[in-house]
């Protein structure tokens, strides 16, 4: 729950610290570090951080080290277009196109995920949600 807080107010906070510098994605790379400050500490206090052997490394899906850029994708957006369409549509179409795109990767058990059909209710599930932040959107 409070990840999801987060989640709606991180996009305000990314926006009000872009302005404050003469080109927003520099802002970006603000958070990077704080980002990477952050999960270092975290993981430092619950002794959860571990330098990875090469043959470790060498086992992970090439796909799966692409998630940082993602994530810094997903901080570029947060930078030039949330102050743009307002937090609740931004944030709407975060979460609908995330769970939408989750019932996919669910039903077919892509990117390491176990197989869960995509059943009636979780295809209406998503289409209400598509509705319901259009709805945001346009209002």
Excluded: N, Y
């Amino acid at each position: 729950m409070v990840a999801g807080i987060a989640s709606a107010v991180q996009p305000g906070m990314t926006g009000a610290l872009a302005k404050g510098f003469p080109q927003p994605l520099t802002g970006g790379i603000i958070i990077g570090i704080s980002t990477a400050l952050t999960i270092l500490v975290v993981g430092l206090v619950f002794g959860r951080v571990a330098w990875p052997i090469f043959e470790d490394a060498a086992r992970i899906p090439w796909w799966a080290w692409l998630g940082g850029v993602l994530g810094g994708g997903i901080i570029a957006c947060q930078l030039l277009i949330a102050q743009q369409v307002g937090a609740a549509s931004f944030f709407g179409v975060i979460v609908t196109a995330g769970v939408v795109t989750s019932i996919a990767l669910d039903h077919f058990g892509w990117i390491g995920f176990e197989q869960h059909s995509a059943t009636f209710w979780r295809i209406a599930g998503g289409m209400l949600m598509i509705g319901g932040v259009t709805l945001v959107a346009l209002s």
